[in-house]
């Protein structure tokens, strides 16, 4: 209080309040207050508010001294545009691209972050790592994940997963997995699903996360251990604490994050299940595949995700060599283990919705899928490639399943697109890859209008600009034709074998969404009736 009585004292501020008392605005905003209500002083408050706020706005991007894209106005405070997004998120994205052109910035829950789409958009998705970061827009600004890795796995799977993924899950031999793909997806069927009794499925995002584990375990890291169940619960598992930890994050500020991590994920005991099965093998191939090479032969190892990843070395541009342990090399299965079963569950997920809201799709799948594959037989790469319907169907699902404002990349440096915008280091860029998908945002947005005949039997691993659904360019999602032939050889045995719907027995929404502004996909539980 002393302090207090000190300052006020000080003739400078006597002099300024002096000053101020005597402006004529003073007198008349004494004035006014005197002889207001209190709703008037409410909206003028309320005014006051929103406009030093975007007044602050308009400063702080003065000061960037760079040629940034317009501003959307009409902002609130504190929400910025997101509860236009909640409310009506196709006709305001679609509104946003016609006023203000391939890239503009919006604010979302306080934070400004820049929308591209058309050329933008494809630059967007094209650009180099070391510019737009996909790997630090998601994988640690939304996901998190380098809480859960060393800095050297985090270099370890954003460098070498791709690369491996490209060798050993190619169009050509994804097809050879049929067997094991097939025989785990039975298994997991066997598991999961009664043979004689309806099984109701209360939490479908589990459902298809087990399922998808079962049909890929096999393929990715061995069949020698293809029936081991702590390893298929983890690959389960650790996808679906991933995905439950995202709200926390978001809806908490960073600095609290370390507090809450105990409480949230349990991906620690999913490192030990790596560490007790599949280090070991790691190791076990590093020993053959040295013998081999001493003593000048081809070894005979199966060339899966495991294999390459154990031959795996890192060069940086300096040439330095960095040879992973087989400790960091089986966490880094998790990584793997989240893009497989996250992206191919959900998407099946979505192709299951589909055909129960749209029982003439299912009928007219299931007739394609009898007439090629009649009785028990199993699905061959022939029978695949015979099922134009399949292929269109499972395309314009995968269309649909894409968010309002998608692919948050980070921009790493200051950086300038082809019209000469500038968006400033630090920023998350969006893209409107719905709008790009079908013309507008608002396209095909009703169940009635999903239509697979306008895939034009396009295959569904072909990007193209009205398919962005794995990416562009060479960014392009490399696990593609692993994670399409899951899909397809689920559905084709699914529905071969079950009858299913929703327990309440309503027409779902194929496609959900968190706040009208995240996909997400639908968990209306479901009943598989086994048929025969």
């Not at 609130?76 to 679609?94: E, R």
């Not at 985090?154 to 050993?168: E, P």
């Not at 082809?418 to 968006?423: A, D, E, K, P, S």
């Not at 593609?480 to 929404?509: C, W």
Request: net charge neutral; glycine share 4%; proline share 5%.
């Amino acid at each position: 209080m002393d302090y207090l009585q000190t300052i006020s004292q000080s003739t400078p501020i006597h002099n300024a309040i002096r000053l101020i008392q005597n402006l004529p605005l003073t007198h008349k905003l004494e004035e006014f207050y005197k002889r207001a209500s209190r709703n008037e002083l409410i909206f003028v408050g309320a005014a006051a508010f929103v406009t030093l706020y975007n007044l602050k706005a308009y400063v702080n991007a003065k000061r960037q001294k760079l040629n940034l894209p317009p501003y959307v106005p009409y902002g609130l405070p504190l929400l910025g545009h997101t509860l236009y997004l909640m409310a009506s998120p196709f006709k305001f994205v679609d509104w946003c691209n016609k006023n203000y052109g391939e890239i503009y910035d919006i604010n979302l829950m306080g934070k400004t972050i820049t929308v591209t789409s058309k050329k933008c958009a494809e630059e967007t998705f094209k650009a180099e790592s070391n510019d737009l970061s996909l790997n630090e827009g998601i994988v640690n600004d939304m996901l998190h994940l380098n809480y859960l890795f060393t800095d050297r796995e985090m270099i370890l799977s954003s460098k070498a997963n791709a690369v491996v993924v490209r060798a050993v899950l190619t169009s050509q031999r994804v097809p050879l997995l049929i067997p094991t793909i097939q025989e785990g997806l039975e298994r997991g069927a066997n598991v999961l699903l009664k043979s004689n009794e309806p099984t109701i499925v209360k939490k479908p995002s589990i459902f298809f996360q087990n399922y998808v584990a079962y049909m890929s375990v096999g393929s990715l890291i061995g069949e020698e251990i293809a029936t081991n169940t702590e390893v298929i619960q983890s690959f389960a598992q650790f996808t679906g604490d991933i995905i439950g930890n995202i709200s926390y994050f978001v809806l908490l500020p960073k600095f609290m994050h370390s507090y809450i991590l105990p409480f949230l994920q349990t991906s620690y005991k999913h490192h030990h299940v790596m560490e007790k099965y599949v280090m070991p093998m790691i190791a076990e191939r590093r020993e053959k595949q040295r013998l081999a090479k001493e003593a000048g032969k081809e070894d005979e190892l199966e060339r899966d995700f495991l294999y390459g990843l154990a031959e795996y070395v890192h060069v940086d541009e300096d040439g330095k060599e960095t040879l992973f342990s087989e400790e960091e090399l089986a966490h880094n299965v998790l990584m793997i283990a989240f893009a497989a079963v996250h992206t191919t569950s959900t998407n099946l997920s979505y192709c299951i919705y589909w055909l129960i809201a749209r029982p003439d799709l299912k009928q007219r799948l299931l007739e394609e899928i009898n007439r090629v594959t009649p009785g028990k037989a199993r699905v061959t790469h022939q029978n695949l490639l015979d099922m134009p319907f399949l292929n269109n169907f499972v395309r314009e699902s995968l269309r649909q399943s894409v968010d309002r404002l998608a692919v948050q990349k980070k921009v790493m440096h200051d950086y300038t697109y082809y019209n000469g915008y500038q968006v400033p280091k630090g920023r998350m860029i969006h893209t409107t890859t719905r709008q790009m998908n079908f013309g507008e945002t608002a396209g095909r947005s009703s169940i009635e209008e999903m239509n697979p005949d306008m895939s034009n039997n396009k295959p569904c691993s072909a990007p193209a600009r009205d398919f962005l659904t794995f990416g562009m360019g060479k960014h392009l999602c490399p696990g593609r034709f692993f994670a399409i032939q899951e899909i397809m050889m689920s559905l084709v045995y699914l529905l071969k074998n079950y009858d299913f719907d929703t327990v309440s027995g309503k027409k779902p929404h194929p496609v959900s969404s968190i706040a009208n502004i995240a996909v997400t996909n639908c968990e209306e539980p479901l009943v598989f009736t086994p048929k025969n």
